[in-house]
């Protein structure tokens, strides 16, 4: 039996125990056999007991203290032995065919690394959370579809990177690729990961039948707040240090500098302004602290760029 299972599903978990229950109860509902691994980041409230006492069937990983995000799932990706990994927010739930639509989408193309679900709003159900990022050159990670009724986003396309919030991973690609970088612990992360898997060559798509419902924010409270904003501006540094080589750095030095005076001002009115600011100095201050993306492929460099200038246009605010 274990051998025809094709997909690992990977949740990196702290607290929200009713979220994570919710979401176990989806999966239970799903059309296609799965594995499960969590990853507790040292959670204050009874998720462990939980998973212990009502799925026994899943394979556990109990951190003594609160690892971050790309560390957990790093560990979950290492202990994995199926094809595929689904990754999952524990603030989502998921449709009985879910896994079998990103599946059927990741299958039309070996070059194919990473396919991101249809999220919808758990809270409006008419609404899209996101279906699909895409990144512009004012260093801008986009949710395309935020907002936008249910009814568009209908077909399956190629899209820059996938939300690890909800996403189907080729497992094998990240011995090319390279796992997770823990040095951003959280936020950014993903679009790290999206733009080494462009670099390599390598594919994302977007799957319009894969349905994840996403409570949104439930581990850090709200939609800003201060460690976020920090450590969001601070990763979006290390994006461009680690994988632009000089050329693309000064090309489009202006972009991204107006781009981060923009964001400073939204931060401001927000009552961030500070954390935004300290952020982008951490970032500049430790930026030689991180590893390097490299074997960097100058016609893929290429097509990455035309493709942020045609996302800055496409995608302005």
């Known amino acids: 039996m274990d051998s025809q299972i094709e997909v690992t599903v990977i949740i990196p978990n702290y607290n929200n125990v009713k979220l994570l229950d919710n979401l176990l109860i989806s999966l239970k509902k799903s059309d296609t056999p799965f594995k499960t691994v969590i990853v507790d980041n040292n959670s204050k409230d009874n998720s462990v007991e939980l998973i212990k006492q009502k799925y026994p069937e899943v394979n556990l990983i109990e951190n003594e203290v609160n690892k971050g995000f790309a560390k957990a799932v790093n560990q979950a990706i290492r202990v994995s032995d199926t094809k595929y990994v689904f990754l999952l927010n524990n603030d989502t739930t998921v449709c009985p065919n879910t896994i079998s639509a990103l599946l059927k989408t990741i299958k039309r193309d070996e070059k194919i690394f990473s396919v991101t679900s249809k999220m919808i709003q758990y809270h409006d159900k008419n609404l899209i959370d996101d279906a699909g990022d895409e990144y512009t050159l004012l260093s801008w990670s986009k949710k395309i579809g935020y907002n936008h009724d249910i009814s568009e986003y209908n077909e399956d396309r190629e899209v820059f990177g996938a939300c690890a919030g909800a996403a189907l991973y080729n497992r094998q690609y990240f011995d090319i690729i390279g796992l997770f970088d823990e040095d951003f612990e959280s936020y950014v992360e993903d679009m790290d990961l999206n733009f080494r898997a462009r670099i390599q060559g390598y594919k994302s798509y977007y799957s319009s039948n894969a349905i994840v419902y996403h ?59 500070h954390q935004y600011k300290s952020g982008i100095s951490e970032g500049i201050k430790t930026r030689k602290d991180i590893s390097v993306t490299e074997n960097k492929n100058t016609r893929n460099l ?15 605010f």
Do not use: D, H
């Open 215 to 273: 409570y949104g924010s439930a581990t850090t409270g709200s939609r800003y707040n201060e460690f976020k904003v920090k450590i969001s501006a601070r990763n979006n540094i290390y994006l461009i240090y680690k994988n632009m080589p000089l050329w693309m750095k000064i090309l489009n030095f202006p972009f991204y500098s107006l781009g981060m005076i923009i964001k400073y001002i939204f931060f401001i009115k927000k009552g961030y302004g």
């Open 302 to 316: 290429l097509k990455i760029e035309l493709q942020m200038i045609i996302n800055t246009f496409k995608y302005p």
